[in-house]
């Protein structure tokens, strides 16, 4: 499977802007993708993932502290994922890595994810 990122830039605070992560190659080992960043000097924290569910819907999770703000999706016709980010804060400054995970497996956690993409910069002045 590879990913590939795109959608990052500089917005002021308050703006929006959507992340892309589409995926390639063996996509059939996807059962669901998820939305990491690291700020410079931080630990890579968790932001949303979405799990695939056929028969129930997808479901999705959020970190706390953009719960209301972002939203992640997917079109499964293109194999990607998005995440709409609004209201964005300086504290959002941070590469956003997308990452594809396994079945069965919790994630809201990095160990979930067999792939990750390349990273895309958001930057968010104030």
């Known amino acids: 499977v590879q990913l590939q990122a795109s959608g990052g830039g500089l917005v002021q605070a308050g703006g929006s802007l959507r992340l892309s992560c589409a995926a390639s190659g063996r996509t059939f080992s996807i059962y669901g993708m998820g939305w990491f960043r690291q700020a410079p000097g931080k630990e890579r924290e968790f932001v949303a993932a979405?799990?695939?569910?056929?028969?129930?819907?997808?479901?999705?999770y959020y970190a706390d502290y953009v719960k209301g703000r972002f939203t992640i999706s997917r079109d499964n016709a293109k194999n990607t994922a998005y995440l709409q980010m609004n209201s964005l804060k300086p504290e959002d400054t941070a590469v956003y890595y997308c990452?594809?995970?396994?079945?069965?497996?919790?994630?809201?956690?990095?160990?979930?994810?067999?792939?990750w993409g390349q990273g895309t910069q958001l930057t968010v002045s104030s």
């Open positions: 979405i799990e695939w569910n056929e028969w129930k819907g997808d479901s999705a």
């Open positions: 990452g594809a995970g396994g079945r069965w497996v919790d994630l809201t956690q990095l160990a979930a994810y067999h792939t």
